[in-house]
Nanobody
Framework: VQLQASGGGLVQAGGSLRLSCAAS????????IGWFRQAPGRGREVVSC????????YYANSVKGRFTISRDDAKNMVYLQMDSLKPEDTAVYYC????????????????????????WGKGTQVTVSS
């Protein structure tokens, strides 16, 4: 699976961006998809994930209530709607895929650094100015 994230850019604090994750040479229908980010000088961290069926989602505490993940399998796309952006959201954002969902104690979840993701795309830069 080849993935490509797009939609990043420069936005003022409080603004919005929508990131897109597209797949080529394969369908995303059978994959759980995650969004991750890496800020300068920091490690990679999970932002949000969506299950294979699209029925389950996971959000990092730092983005809950501000970001929304969704998938459109007909278009072979996964989206991350980012609202109320903050300067601390500045990072390179990556999408990644794995062929199964992850559950912890019956709750859909994601590994904090995407340790179990199988495919990674190139990132897209998001810069939020104060």
């Amino acid at each position: 699976v080849q993935l490509q994230a797009s939609g990043g850019g420069l936005v003022q604090a409080g603004g919005s961006l929508r990131l897109s994750c597209a797949a080529s040479e394969s369908t995303l229908d059978y994959y759980s998809i995650g969004w991750f980010r890496q800020a300068p000088g920091r490690g990679r961290e999970v932002v949000s994930c969506i299950s294979v069926s699209g029925s389950n989602t996971y959000y990092a505490n730092s983005v809950k209530g501000r970001f929304t993940i969704s998938r459109d399998d007909a278009k072979n796309m996964v989206y991350l709607q980012m609202d109320s952006l903050k300067p601390e959201d500045t990072a390179v954002y990556y999408c990644a895929a794995k062929g199964r969902d992850t559950w912890y104690s019956g709750i859909y979840s994601c590994q904090p650094q995407g340790e179990d993701m199988e495919y990674w795309g190139k990132g897209t830069q998001v810069t939020v100015s104060s």
